[in-house]
RNA sequence: GGUCCCGUGGUGCAGCUUGGAGUGCACGCCGGCCUGUCAAGCCGGAGGUCGCGGGUUCAAAUCCCGUCGGGACCGCCA
């Protein structure tokens, strides 16, 4: 293998009995019997061999080794049928120490609970030698190859656009990077390649990819870092059925590798059945429990708190008797958290006649009609929990579908996956109140709902019902990515800058090198993005994409291993051209 | 910007409700014994600012306030 070793530890079996070896790796255990007798545990990150030495060995946990010796097969009944390699042992072994080391500051091995995560972050390569970091990050290596094969035999070119950009004011925070040439002007770091990819399909690159690190200055989640990876892809003279199998077709590679079968075909949503039915952008259709729509049973009700223009309902199915009156307060304020008014409950019990019975706090001021009329809906049955909201349709679908997830969402490593492709989002979010314009919710060059596009001359609501041809993909859940046909032709385009509010001036200094571009000669594209650190932590089943991050930084945004952000030296800032400010307060 | 949870030898936990000597468990660590173990075993030992600061009290790991660090979530993430 090399001048040093001449196999890895987890490949050493039956079929190098009598072999002279060299193996080098780490000290995972050892079991010494005194001055006669030691077995020395070899560790790399293909496995653990036994190593016998016939004497004592000064050695200690983690020390980095290399052992020389003869294979042989283990004496009778003495075989570890737990160990890949224990059918066989290196014997009398000569050990060179390569590296000493102090003891490890936690366990690596998987008998304690798990260690806090600070402690592994700063020490994180120690951390990486535990089994499941390097099972997370091969696995990543062989999820980004897969993909990348994936786009290459689809046709399409990698393409490297600069990490030093322009900033554009909408959107994520940007990170920001002083110019040492130009004091006080500044370069962004990309949150994503968009634009670029977009000169691509005008530079006739035809089909452009990347496995781009994207940088976002907000707030860090579970599945949120600073820094991330994603697949970024666009394509000329498609539309969104082509992205769609494109893409298809890259994760469900990207699947194979770890689950060994093919995703299938792709489910798909229309936004507004996610949002109705679910209460999410990015539904988990691993469970039922669906949204009901209840508002027409309340038209006229002489209960105060259901005049409102959204009534619905979710079901937890034999819930009741395991959800205590303290577990329901607590939703309660989950719920008036998260926006709504209130939370009605009702547990469904059966009369002494057999009747089903909503018992509520709140049963006494609805008529029977009503109450019926939620238990039939609701497909009540007895020991069920009922949840009603009511409010606007966005604060109820909202509330709603986060208490669906509370209540009733799989864990992440059950080992289903369910992709789903959401189509038809809106294009505009809301009407800005203060402005009267309307806001994107993908971004200005997001091509409108080829059916839609006379609405765009309507009224508020009619410009807001308008669709666009934006799609997500979900897993699970979890926003993988997001894509959209962009507009093309800059008559369109002007109108939606005019909708926007964005004048000619101001369009030109944010992404004017775009329309630019766009007078040129632009073919008629589209594109997507997906995020390769949640397809591979969900893959894996793991909740948290810090596991298949090699040196991730902590939910505060900081770097426990290298201390990172550090302040800099006065001289460093001087040559930027830069000044803090005193401390406020 | 907000809500909730966690912080006790190197690691993981218990102790906190109902205040009474740094009390306990497992692993690890150091030393000794040990010739077939594999989470080796047996014996002995060391190791603590109970995150930090303040308050209440005769007395605080324990109760209260603040703060720092970490985590989950809401907002935010076109």
Redesign the pocket.
Known sequence: MTNMRSLMCGQVDESHVGEELSLCGWVA?????????A?I?LRDHTGVV?C?V?G?ADL??EWVVRITGTVRN??E????D??AT?AV?L?GCAIEVLSRAE?????L?D?????????R?RHRYVDLRREEMQRNLRTRARIVGAIRRSMDEQGFVEVETPLLIAS?P????DFVVPSRHRPGSFYALP??P??FKQLCMVGGLDRYYQIARCL?D???????QFEFTQLDAEMSFADQEDVLEVISAAVDAAAGTVTGEAIGEVERMRWVDAMNRFGSDKPDIRFGMELTELTDLFVGTGFNAFTASSIKGIRHPGASSATSRTRLDDLT?SAK???AKGLVWMRVETGDDGELILNSPVAKFMTDAELSGVAQRLGAEEGDLLFLVADDWATTT?VLG?LRLELGRPPTDDGVLRFLWVVEFPLF?TIDPDTGRP??????FTMPHPDDIDLLDGSPEQLTSVRSQAYDLVLNGWELGSGSVRIHRSDLQQRILDLLGIAADEAAARFGFLLDAFRYGAPPHAGFAFGVDRLVALLLGV??I?EVIAFP??????D?LTGAPTEIDAAQLADLGLRPLPPQG
Do not use: Y
């Open positions: 255990r050892r079991r010494e019997h005194g001055e006669h007798l077995f545990d036994q016998v016939d004592a200690r946990s283990r004496p009944g003495t075989v570890n737990q160990l224990g042992e014997g003891p490890p500051p936690f366990p091995d008998r304690s609970g798990d260690v806090d995560e600070v402690v972050l554009t909408e959107g994520a925070r949150q994503s968009q634009l976002r907000e707030d860090l989640r579970a599945d949120r304020d958290r998260w926006g909202h986060l979010e806001v994107p919710a993908h971004h200005p909740d948290n810090r930084k902590t939910q505060s945004g900081t426990p």
